[in-house]
């Protein structure tokens, strides 16, 4: 008979650091954490963005202004806060407006250098999990092609892609050396409520309220759809294993082409099919194509892949929306 795992910590009364939390990604990582007790903090630009965001995403955590476009607060953050474990959600350039070379490397490279730095000063914990999950990117795979798996050597061919990977190779390298556990969990195709509106769900969502025509690419593209939530819930499973890996992609393992995500979710939200205007519109520099991901290294640590498909991604998305 298989012997069930071992019971993993939780994170109820535990001091956690997340940067980035008003972010996409970073707000349902925040509510994950709320609702599991954590001692929380958050790092964010704007008060005001974060005191909007409490109530919807019911986080419960302690605000701090942090630059971190400027070396120094971020390092006397984690000396003064003690945290037990950081999660860096935190990024630069996933939004087309963000085009600043210098503050990419800044964000998504040398913050992370810097969070490790800091971590191997600050004093010991009994935290028996990571010290620092830190959210990559597919992006930094770029033209790498194939089946993507962590052993797969990069290729980026973005400034977002390139940054991202600088701040994964200061984590793999900081696990060789093992005085820090820390690891890089590639997200892929995130989607679901907080997306920036420019992006395809919430492009499909608002077009609720109109009648023209939709703009869309061809939909060929073949990506790895995860949800939102179940990419924090994810995050933190990882969070709370002793270090295997350095580098985690978080993915289904399964592709869904864009135009199948399009039609299904156009079912959910009671789009005309008509109005779906495939190949009014071309594919931005970003894309990268690529074979199914392997999920291989998240079954093995936490012990499955994300399973939430598009119909009931978008499902509770429109529910959470409507409530």
């Not at 810097?114 to 990117?137: C, I, K, Q």
């Not at 939909?219 to 995860?226: A, C, E």
Request: proline share 7%; aromatic share 6%.
């Amino acid at each position: 008979m298989t012997s069930p795992p071992p019971p993993y910590p939780t994170y109820s009364g535990r001091r956690v650091l997340l940067l980035g939390a008003t972010g996409f990604i970073g707000r349902w990582v925040a509510r994950r954490l709320s609702a599991e007790g954590a001692n929380l903090r958050v790092s964010v630009r704007n008060l005001n963005t974060f005191n909007d965001l409490q109530s919807i995403y019911q986080i419960n955590g302690t605000p701090v202004v942090l630059d971190l476009g400027a070396a120094g607060p971020l390092a006397e953050e984690v000396h003064s806060w003690q945290p037990e474990i950081v999660f860096n959600l935190a990024g630069y350039g996933v939004d087309p407006e963000e085009s600043d070379p210098g503050m990419a490397w800044r964000v998504n490279s040398e913050v992370v250098t810097e969070l490790l730095d800091a971590l191997r000063e600050a004093s010991d914990s009994t935290w028996p999990g990571l010290r620092l999950v830190h959210a990559g990117s597919a992006l930094e795979y770029g033209d790498a092609g194939g089946g993507l798996e962590e052993t797969t050597e990069p290729l980026p061919d973005t400034l977002y892609g390139q940054s991202k990977l600088a701040g994964t190779l200061a984590v793999d390298r900081e696990h060789a050396i093992g005085s820090v556990t820390a690891t890089s969990a590639r997200l892929f195709t995130v989607y679901g409520p907080g997306e920036h509106p420019s992006r395809l769900l919430p492009t499909l969502l608002n077009a609720r309220g109109t009648t023209c025509e939709i703009p869309l690419t061809e939909g060929l593209q073949q990506r790895d759809f995860t949800y939102v939530d179940e990419v924090a819930e994810l995050l933190l499973e990882v969070g709370r294993r002793p270090p295997a890996y350095s580098v985690i992609n978080v993915a289904t393992g399964v592709l869904t082409s864009v135009r199948q995500f399009v039609i299904e979710a156009a079912s959910v939200l009671g789009l005309d099919s008509g109005r779906l205007g495939f190949g009014t519109t071309e594919s931005t520099r970003a894309e990268i194509h690529h074979q199914a991901v392997s999920p291989s290294r998240l079954n093995e640590t936490v012990g499955r892949a994300a399973i939430i498909g598009p119909l009931e991604g978008v499902r509770r998305t429109l529910a959470f929306y409507d409530s």
